[in-house]
């Protein structure tokens, strides 16, 4: 399986990104989808995730109300809409297959940086 981030960047607070997955070498449409971060110095943790059919988003309270999770089984994509960005949301950002909240594949990727200044 290959998974690709893209779409980070340094942004200011307050302020919004989009991150996008593509994803190949597998059936896209057979999995739940879902974010996870690492954020420096700390363990990856979990951010959001979608159902196969772009049902039944679930957000970790972190996040909740300010991240939108989203597919396109069409285009085998996941993104990841960040709107008022906080300093604590600075992390190395992941996609993945999920099922329990857990990633998986043991392949990650490279991820994409979001810094978000304050």
């Known amino acids: 399986v290959q998974l690709q981030a893209s779409g980070g960047g340094l942004v200011q607070a307050g302020g919004s990104l989009r991150l996008s997955c593509t994803s190949s070498?597998?059936?896209?449409?057979?999995?739940?989808m879902a974010w996870f971060r690492q954020p420096p110095g700390k363990e990856r943790e979990f951010v959001a995730r979608?159902?196969?059919?772009?049902?039944?988003?679930y957000y970790a309270d972190s996040v909740k109300g300010r991240f939108t999770i989203s597919r396109s089984n069409l285009q085998n994509t996941l993104y990841l809409q960040m709107n008022s960005l906080k300093p604590e949301d600075t992390a190395v950002y992941y996609c993945?297959?999920?099922?329990?909240?857990?990633?998986?594949?043991?392949?990650w990727g490279q991820g994409t940086q979001v810094t978000v200044s304050s």
């Open positions: 070498g597998h059936t896209f449409t057979s999995y739940n």
């Open positions: 993945n297959a999920e099922a329990g909240l857990v990633a998986v594949y043991d392949y």
């Open positions: 979608i159902g196969r059919n772009g049902v039944a988003p």
